[in-house]
């Protein structure tokens, strides 16, 4: 397991008791580097959408336990928050909640001379998905081609 691997799964192990108390649900922990700062970023989510207020009480319990333990070696920014409109499916609850939902895809590679597509997710399971496109044709994505799979949204 990569370090970054390790510090997810433990902070994961340590909230998903906490957010169920608490009848919410964790969608996410990702530990990354961005514009030369690490992250710890949880994505939570219940019922009727998160609050400012729910994400600060899950802050504070998740903080305090995390300068506790002490496990993360590197100075990081510690963030709570909602997944928001365009979260992105990564896991196999994300894609079994979707299904019959419009998604987008952004692939790593172009297929067909283009990258992005969109449809109605019809199926998947641990190595593909399955997207019904505009045209009523249906396209199989390898998930390891994936850059980017979420829930499409109109304004």
Do not use: N
């Amino acid at each position: 397991m990569t370090k970054r691997e390790t510090y997810e799964a433990r902070t994961e192990a340590f909230l998903l008791p906490l957010l169920e108390q608490h009848q919410f649900e964790l969608v996410d922990v990702e530990y990354v580097k961005e514009a030369g700062s690490w992250y710890l970023r949880a994505y939570i989510d219940k019922e009727g959408g998160i609050t400012v207020d729910d994400c600060e009480t899950i802050s504070r319990i998740l903080s305090d336990w995390l300068d506790k333990e002490d496990f993360i070696e590197d100075s990081y920014i510690l963030e709570v928050s909602s997944p928001g409109l365009g979260r992105p499916l990564k896991k196999d609850k994300d894609f079994e909640r979707s299904l019959g939902a419009e998604v987008e895809l952004r692939l790593y590679k172009a297929r067909e001379k283009q990258k992005e597509f969109a449809g109605i997710l019809k199926a998947y399971d641990k190595d593909t998905v399955t997207v019904e496109l505009e045209d009523g044709s249906e396209m199989l994505f390898a998930r390891a081609e994936l850059a980017l799979i979420r829930l499409a949204f109109d304004f």
